[in-house]
């Protein structure tokens, strides 16, 4: 149980172009996700906690128009990245948690990001 | 705002033996839970064991225990009979009671020699 998957695993775009991830919980509904980065050898940061039914939630210094979020079901949460650029190449990682259950959360395969 | 620090970025042990892996965090709320992820190379962060702050007893997982100091605001990861495949990142994660988003530790890179 408590699996969370996420597509594309793997996306190569051009800059100036957007890019949707999607985030599903596939075996639980979950009214809150989360979107993280990594970069290489580095720790996860939290971008945005994403509600389901309202707007989400940005960590400081991450931009609300550059990252989109919605979150339009209790199982799924998608992350657009608007006019992608080459600093935007990134490992990105959604996580979730059961609703009513919100003691662990359960993270996703990762995105990988790269742009040219 | 919490923070937490791990303060070994790499750890080596040999197949078999016994590793300890150090957390600290800092916080001056009472409610509150800690975690251990892995993440190995595949990149998947699997949880691999959580403490609940207001539980004196020592979590374990099979070969995974914790050594939970709340008064030091210490949580430190055993793992014992160490196995080729626990090779990985591992980060410390805290989560407040009144919230859902973690905060995570730099992480420590865990080598296991055969």
């Known amino acids: 149980g408590a699996v969370v998957s996420q597509h594309p695993s793997w996306v190569i775009c051009k800059s100036g172009t957007s890019v949707k991830i999607e985030c599903r919980s596939l075996?639980?509904?979950?009214?809150?996700m989360f979107w993280y980065r990594q970069f290489p050898k580095q720790s996860l940061m939290l971008m945005a906690t994403?509600?389901?039914?309202?707007?989400?939630?940005?960590e400081q210094g991450v931009e609300k128009d550059k990252f989109l979020i919605n979150h339009a079901s209790l199982t799924l949460s998608t992350l657009t990245v608007t006019s992608a650029h080459p600093e935007d190449s990134s490992f990105y990682i959604c996580?979730?948690?059961?609703?009513?259950?919100?003691?662990?959360?359960?993270f996703g395969p990762g995105t990988r990001l790269l742009v040219l | 705002a919490q923070t937490v620090t791990q303060s070994q970025p790499e750890m080596s042990v040999q197949e078999a033996e016994t590793v300890t892996l150090s957390c600290t965090y800092d916080?001056?709320?009472?409610?509150?839970?800690l975690f251990w992820y892995k993440q190995p190379p595949s990149r998947q962060m699997i949880l691999v064991i959580r403490?609940?702050?207001?539980?004196?007893q020592n979590a374990t997982e099979n070969r995974f225990s914790v050594n939970f100091q709340k008064a030091a605001k210490s949580f430190s990861l055993k793992i014992s009979d160490s196995q080729l495949g626990d090779a990985a990142m591992y980060f410390c994660?805290?989560?407040?009671?009144?919230?859902?988003?973690?905060?995570f530790g730099q992480g420590t890179r865990l080598t296991i020699n055969p």
């Open positions: 075996d639980f509904q979950a009214t809150t």
């Open positions: 403490q609940e702050a207001y539980k004196q």
């Open positions: 994403s509600n389901e039914g309202s707007k989400a939630t940005y």
């Open positions: 916080t001056s709320e009472s409610d509150y839970y």
């Open positions: 996580s979730a948690n059961p609703s009513g259950k919100s003691e662990t959360q359960y």
């Open positions: 994660a805290y989560r407040s009671g009144g919230a859902q988003k973690l905060v």
